[in-house]
């Protein structure tokens, strides 16, 4: 798949907590990104890639893209057969990157029967905007019943604006009724380090698009975490 390589991440991994400390992967041989996937995956992923970078509509581009970041995550070599469900599992059911002794390969694009794939992505994609255009609510009624509310006065995000920042430097005053952020966990979870899974893969199409996919990887320096591997503890957090 010599002609589909430029679409495959070829970034190495970068050391921290998550990659480093709490599952060492560097020590099950490891050492970039790609070493995640099978020879098969990556040939799956890199034509699906390919054919989603040469659409020219933009916003059509990035749609499809969230699909194809979905399916990476049931699309690798570090999941497992959830026997339970009859279904492959997730990359980050540990909250961290664990290397399985029995991976369970998945068929990225997807088939009658499965999961975590892009086909399916690709449907919860179409019932996601189509909720979107016409939102409504569910409530209980006098019965005891669910039932649907009728469609709200208008779509989501028709009245909105997107930008991507550190909340830390909202430039407004007396703006809004409210800031909303969503709180840290602490030493849980360090989403820097998880995210650059699907950063490497996103930026290959991305890049000339949006100034944050100029680096080799996400920042981690703003981040309000603690992080041993950054020398971030308690004091650091709050």
């Known amino acids: 798949f010599y002609d589909t390589l430029e679409y495959i991440p070829s970034e190495e991994l970068r050391p921290g907590h998550m990659i480093s400390d709490r599952n060492p992967v560097f020590d099950h041989g490891y050492s970039t990104w790609a070493d995640m996937f099978s020879e098969r995956q990556l040939l799956s992923l890199s034509k699906m890639l390919r054919a989603i970078d040469e659409i020219d509509d933009q916003n059509v581009k990035e749609f499809l893209l969230l699909c194809f970041s979905d399916a990476l995550s049931g699309s690798n070599m570090m999941t497992t057969y959830q026997t339970g469900y009859n279904a492959i599992d997730h990359i980050f059911k540990s909250n961290s990157f664990d290397p399985p002794k029995r991976p369970a390969e998945n068929n990225p694009w997807g088939a009658k029967e499965g999961s ?15 909720s979107g255009a016409a939102p409504f609510d569910r409530y209980q009624d006098s019965n005891g019943e669910m039932v649907k509310s009728a469609s709200f006065s208008q779509p989501v995000g028709s009245n909105a604006t997107v930008y991507q920042g550190d909340s830390k430097d909202l430039d407004y005053k007396d703006e809004f009724d409210a800031v909303i952020t969503d709180p840290p966990y602490y030493d849980n979870i360090i989403y820097s380090e998880l995210s650059d899974f699907f950063y490497v893969w996103q930026k290959l199409v991305l890049a000339d698009e949006y100034g944050s996919f100029e680096g080799p990887a996400t920042p981690r320096g703003d981040s309000i975490v603690a992080n041993p591997f950054e020398n971030k503890g308690e004091d650091e957090f709050e």
């Open 116 to 130: 975590r794939d892009f086909r399916r992505s690709f449907d919860r994609l179409k019932k996601g905007i189509a």
